[in-house]
C-alpha cells in the first residue's frame, strides 16, 4: 500500500506533563514510548505528529491482534468464511448413513454447540435417521502446523495452563476451546456448577476454602480432564476465598476430541437420531477420503464479524487460527507479516512476532510503526470493518469500564501481560481530526500506567 501522496509530518515532542504523568506513577521515562498521528483527511493545513521515544522495540502483547487482523483482511477478505463439512461416502439409504460420517474441520474459529446442533438437524431433515458407521472427526487442517506451535511454552507461560485464554488451534476447535464454571458456596464446601456442558461430563470439587480476602486466586486454581469409560471428569483443586461469594472461572478444554464426541453423541440422540452397528456411536479420529460427498456444509461466521470478537474481546486462539489461515505456521506468519509491513514503508526489519495474539514473550515492535500501520489501514476500502473490530472506550469489550474521559471518541485495541501495557487504535479529537495512536509501556510499574495513558489520549483529543 503505497502512501506517496501523504505530505511530510512535522514531529513535536509530547508535552512534559503528558510525560511527567507516567514518571508520577513511577514509570521511567524511559520505559513507555508513544506515537500519535494524524489520518488524512487533514483538518490542520500543517499537520503534525507527537512522540516519545517512538522507535524503542517494545513487547505490545495484545495489540499484536490488530496486525494479525489487519492481514487477514488483507489476505482473505472480510466476506471469507471458514467452513465445517459434514461428509459421507454415498447418500443415506431408507434413512439409514452407512458407513461412517465424516466431520471436516477447516479451522472454524468460532464454531460453537448450537452450530453443531444445526448442522446435525440439517441431516435430520435430509433423511438421515441411523449412523451405522463411526463418527470421523477430521481436524488434519493443522496437523502440519502443530509442531511448530510451541503448545509446551504456551502451557508454560505463566503457571496458569487451565486459563481460557491458553486455549489451543484446532482445526475443529469448538466453544473457543473452552467452558466456564461457577464456584457457589454451600456452607463449607465449593460446588463446582458448569454454565454448559454435556451431560455425560462429571464436574467435581476438591477446592478447599479460605478466609483469605478475594484477590487473584484464579491462577492457583488447578484443572484436570479424564475419561472414565464413556464419560469425562473434571476434577477442580485450589484455595478459594469464601469472601468472593460466587465467582465465574473460564477454563481450557484441553482434548477437543472429548467435548465433540459428548455432544455429537448426546445432541443426535436428541434431535431422535439413532446409531447402530458394531461401530455405531463410535467417535475417532481420521481423514475424510476424496471420494466422499458432502451431505451438508456449515459456513461459519464472515472474517468482518470474527475480528470484532478477535480485538474487542482479545481472543488469543481465534487470533492464532486466522495466523494458521493466512500463513500456515507462526513462522512464516513472521516473514509474511514484516513483508507486508516492508511494502507499506513501515520500518520493520528488527520486529519480531511470535504469533498472532499477542500472547508472547519475545514479540517486539515499535510505536511510531504501530501508528503508521494504524493510518494505513485507515486508507484501506475495509477500514469501516477494521474499525469496528475496536473496543469503544467506556462502552464496550476490553475498554467498557476505561478511557471514560473521552467516552465515544476512541476505538482502542488494549494490551495487557505482566510488566507490560499497550494501547493502539484511532481516535477523533475535538476538531474532528481522526488519529492514528501507539502506546508501549514496559515497566514492573506498568499496572499503574492507565491513569497517563488516558492524560495523553485527552492530550489529543482536546487538539490544544
Known amino acids: 500500500m503505497a502512501l506517496s501522496n501523504s505530505p511530510e509530518l512535522s514531529t513535536r515532542s509530547f508535552p512534559a506533563p503528558t510525560i511527567q504523568a507516567f514518571v508520577k506513577k513511577g514509570i521511567a521515562s524511559g520505559d513507555f514510548t508513544a506515537y500519535a498521528l494524524p489520518v488524512g483527511p ?35 477478505e472480510s466476506t471469507y468464511r471458514f467452513k465445517t463439512g459434514f461428509h459421507a461416502d454415498a447418500e443415506p439409504v431408507d434413512g439409514v448413513l452407512n458407513g461412517p460420517l465424516y466431520i471436516k474441520g477447516s479451522g472454524d474459529p ?3 454447540t448450537s452450530d453443531l446442533w444445526t448442522s446435525l438437524r440439517q441431516l435430520r431433515t435430509k433423511g438421515v435417521d441411523v449412523i451405522s458407521g463411526p463418527v470421523v472427526l477430521d481436524d488434519s ?135 447402530s452397528g458394531q461401530q455405531g456411536g463410535q467417535v475417532v479420529k481420521g481423514i475424510t477420503p476424496v471420494t466422499t460427498i458432502a451431505l451438508h456444509t456449515h459456513f461459519g461466521k464472515p472474517l468482518g464479524d470474527l475480528i ?16 494458521l489461515a493466512v500463513a500456515g505456521t507462526p513462522e512464516a506468519f513472521n516473514s509474511q507479516m514484516k513483508d507486508w509491513l516492508k511494502q507499506q514503508g513501515i520500518a520493520s526489519n528488527d520486529w519480531f512476532f511470535e504469533n498472532g495474539s499477542g500472547l508472547s514473550r519475545n514479540t517486539r515492535i515499535d510505536a511510531k510503526g504501530l501508528a503508521e500501520f494504524l493510518r494505513n489501514m485507515a486508507q484501506r476500502p475495509d477500514f469501516p470493518d477494521f474499525l469496528a473490530s475496536f473496543p469503544r472506550a467506556g462502552a464496550d469489550g476490553t475498554l467498557h469500564r476505561r478511557v471514560n474521559n473521552i467516552n465515544g471518541f476512541a476505538y482502542l485495541k488494549t494490551g495487557s501481560l505482566n510488566g507490560v501495557r499497550s494501547l493502539g487504535g484511532y481516535l477523533r479529537d475535538r476538531e474532528g481530526q481522526l488519529w492514528a495512536v501507539g502506546i508501549l509501556v514496559k515497566s514492573p510499574r506498568s499496572y499503574d500506567s492507565w491513569e497517563p495513558m488516558e492524560g495523553l489520549l485527552e492530550f489529543l483529543y482536546r487538539a490544544d
Request: charged letters at 20%; glycine letters at 6%; proline letters at 6%.
Open 42 to 76: 487533514y483538518v490542520s493545513r500543517k499537520p503534525q505528529a507527537y512522540a516519545h521515544g517512538s522507535s524503542q522495540l517494545v513487547n505490545p502483547a495484545s495489540v499484536a491482534k490488530v496486525f494479525t487482523t489487519g492481514l487477514a483482511l488483507q489476505t482473505l
Open 141 to 275: 487442517a493443522f496437523t502440519e502446523q502443530m509442531p511448530s506451535l510451541g503448545l509446551a511454552e504456551e502451557d508454560a507461560f505463566d503457571d496458569a495452563p487451565h486459563r481460557a485464554y491458553h486455549a489451543q488451534p484446532d482445526a475443529l476447535l469448538m466453544n473457543f476451546g473452552a467452558m466456564s464454571i461457577d464456584l457457589r458456596i454451600n456452607e463449607n464446601t465449593v460446588v463446582v456448577v458448569p454454565e454448559e456442558a454435556p451431560k455425560s461430563w462429571a464436574f467435581v470439587s476438591e477446592v478447599k476454602l479460605t478466609p483469605a480476602g478475594c484477590g487473584a486466586w484464579k491462577n492457583g486454581m488447578t484443572v484436570d480432564f479424564a475419561k472414565s469409560g464413556q464419560n469425562v471428569v473434571v476434577t477442580v483443586r485450589g484455595n478459594y476465598p469464601r469472601r468472593c461469594g460466587q465467582s465465574r472461572l473460564p477454563i481450557r478444554v484441553p482434548v477437543q476430541d472429548w467435548l465433540w464426541e459428548a455432544w455429537v453423541k448426546e445432541i443426535w440422540l436428541q434431535l431422535g437420531g439413532r446409531f
Open 308 to 323: 470484532k470478537q478477535i480485538n474487542k474481546w482479545s481472543s488469543n486462539v481465534m487470533a492464532r487460527h486466522l495466523e
Open 110 to 112: 468460532a464454531f460453537v
